[in-house]
């Protein structure tokens, strides 16, 4: 599907990681909330619940930021290219610059071999 659509793939990983860094801090199993209680043994008081809500307003915020960057993916890909234009202006070597998946592309200007 991703290469039907030609979605770039450091946008696609991108996306995936800030959706995994929400899943490691939301309720019910945010397993980082669990680490930030373990580093604080000298607060009995402090209950997960507290935890949990104070967790809440970082979890928008990094929401938030998601939907800007899924609107606005340049915000993403504008280094990667950058860098890429770079390297091909250095080396004078042919290097793509838009990075687009086709069918045996590996996504970053270089081809699978073919078997």
Do not use: C
């Not at 604080?40 to 990094?62: G, T």
């Not at 950058?82 to 996504?107: E, F």
Request: hydrophobic share 55%; aromatic share 16%; no cysteine.
């Amino acid at each position: 599907m991703l290469v039907f659509y030609s979605f770039d793939a450091i946008w696609i990983w991108t996306l995936f990681l800030i959706v995994a860094t929400v899943g490691g801090i939301t309720p019910p199993f945010g397993y980082v909330l669990f680490a930030m209680k373990s580093a604080v043994p000298s607060l009995p008081s402090l209950s997960m619940s507290e935890i949990y809500k104070a967790s809440w307003p970082f979890v928008w915020i990094i929401v938030f930021g998601m939907f800007v960057l899924l609107l606005f993916p340049p915000l993403i890909t504008f280094m990667p290219n950058l860098a890429t234009k770079q390297a091909a202006y250095s080396s004078r070597a042919q290097v793509t610059t838009k990075r687009t998946l086709r069918p045996g592309s590996l996504g970053l200007g270089m081809h699978a071999p073919n078997f």
